[in-house]
């Protein structure tokens, strides 16, 4: 009954959203559907409750034991709190200028923040991968130096104005790049649908904790 | 009860493809011959990644991407992660499992510990190593990234859908020394994976993971149906190349439809 009972929900749900998406006509499909999606809206936010016990069981150790970067796992967990309280008992809402401070002055900084690293470890990935070590490696950094340079003002002005850069980086990315992409596109469709069936089915059961039959 | 508008094609199209996936599954249960499957890399290099972890003694960093648990991505995720735990179990290897999602992470938390229990070894499982960081993408990045710089995981397995943070993991990955197998089907990422990691699952590869993983007949059945509904997809680009070059718009008009 462990397995059977969530397998025999997993088919009927999946059942539910197949036919409502493919089909029209039918108001109770579609009233299904909304409320599944409404359940799971709510479960996603019950459990959220369950992350915060976990982060606060790991960090807590950490801060009682005094482990090393202790004073770190205190941070988080003032941070974790402090936000969840302030944001029930004094700001009760997402419209108080509090929480817009906390969100736009700080949260949202930060995140740019760590968006943006991502320009060095392209520049790091970049560096390793271009170095010429097999015939796929000099493809890739002579397709690169022409995207580059065909998509910066410095390609087309070390040609005197020829924008030769430019027109091969376009039909790079319109020919072999979109041909590459739309055949790997395909198979994901194709195996994702597969997976699908095969959970649905109840054939693949990994997600119970245990593969196969 | 009607199919909807723009929907036709698509829906038996998938109709026919099911059908294939079902006849399939049918034939490797009665037992019947399967083609044999190519071999994949990145999942070949998964037990070898395992094991370079048990022998340093050094932990395993499993990450089932930010996708969360209506996408495909992240159950086939799911079921690597309940191959790569009873693997972390039988060699006595910690396996740190880092979420963003708390659903997802829920899940992971129950399969990693069947996978100890399947194991027989309930007591070995650490819950403190199945992990939420935060529900935010960019936290989540960053607490992955003080993870591997902090625990030093000697094999990084990046599987499921992954976006932004796909470079970030993969890169602290490489500066921490670690063995890296890195799979999604988001497109953009998969060239930072190729550019990144030691093996890269392209695509479908992902989804095929755990058939491949388990050996289960069955499950290699769908994968052979997977292919033949490739070759259905190759057939169509190219009728409908021929067709649109005689300037005949039958195949277009059947798509849309």
Same mark, same amino acid.
């Given at each position: 009954m462990k397995k059977e009972v969530p397998l025999a929900i997993c088919f009927i749900v999946a059942l539910i959203y197949i036919v409502s998406n493919y089909f029209t006509g039918v108001e109770f499909l579609a009233t299904m559907k909304d409320l599944l999606d409404k359940w799971y809206l709510s479960v996603d936010a019950i459990v959220v409750a369950i992350g915060m016990v976990n982060l606060a069981q790991i960090h807590g150790r950490r801060v009682a034991n005094k482990r090393e970067g202790w004073l770190f796992s205190l941070w988080l967990m003032l941070c974790m709190f402090g936000m969840f309280f302030v944001s029930i008992?004094?700001?009760?809402? !997402? !419209?108080h200028v509090g929480w817009n401070f906390m969100y736009k002055m700080i949260i949202s900084p930060m995140n740019a923040t760590v968006y943006s690293t991502l320009v060095f470890y392209i520049g790091s990935a970049a560096y390793r991968s271009f170095r010429i070590r097999s015939m796929e490696a000099g493809i890739l950094l002579v397709v690169a130096f022409i995207m580059m340079l065909g998509r910066v003002p410095l390609g087309a002005m070390l040609l005197g104005g020829n924008q030769a850069f430019a027109t091969a980086a376009d039909w790079l990315l319109r020919v072999p790049n979109s041909a590459g992409m739309r055949g790997i596109q395909i198979g994901a469709a194709l195996g994702g649908i597969a997976t699908a069936l095969r959970i649905m089915l109840g054939i693949e059961r990994g997600y119970l904790g245990g593969t196969g039959e | 009860m009607k199919i909807a508008a723009g929907y036709v094609f698509s829906f038996w199209f998938e109709a026919v493809f099911l059908a294939t996936v079902i006849v399939m599954i049918t034939r490797a249960r009665k037992g019947m011959k399967i083609p044999e499957i190519y071999k994949v890399a990145g999942l070949d290099a998964m037990d070898e990644a395992i094991g370079r972890c048990t022998e340093m003694g050094r932990p395993v960093h499993f990450a089932p991407g930010?996708? *969360? /648990?209506? #996408?495909a991505q992240t159950l086939a995720a799911m079921s690597i992660l309940s191959y790569v735990a009873k693997q972390c179990a039988k060699y006595d290897t910690d396996l740190i499992d880092t979420n963003r999602n708390v659903i997802v992470y829920n899940m992971s938390e129950a399969i990693v510990k069947q996978a100890y229990i399947e194991a027989g070894?309930? *007591?070995?499982?650490?819950?403190? #190593? /199945?992990?939420?960081?935060? #529900? *935010?993408q960019f936290a989540y990045a960053t607490g992955v990234t003080g993870i591997m710089y902090r625990e030093k995981p000697a094999a990084n397995l990046l599987l499921g859908a992954f976006w932004a943070e796909s470079l970030i993991f993969a890169e602290v990955g490489a500066a921490a020394g670690a063995i890296q197998i890195a799979g999604t089907a988001n497109t953009a990422q998969i060239p930072f994976f190729v550019a990144a990691c030691d093996y890269c699952l392209i695509g479908e590869e992902l989804y095929a993971a755990s058939a491949y993983l388990s050996r289960e007949p069955v499950l290699l059945g769908s994968l052979v149906a997977q292919d033949w509904g490739k070759m259905g997809g190759v057939v169509l680009i190219v009728l409908g190349t021929l067709l649109v070059s005689v300037g005949s718009p039958f195949l277009k008009d059947l798509l849309a439809k």
């Open positions: 008992f004094w700001f009760k809402g !997402t !419209t | 930010i996708g *969360d /648990v209506q #996408n070894k309930p *007591d070995a499982f650490k819950p403190e #190593n /199945v992990r939420w960081i935060s #529900n *935010d």
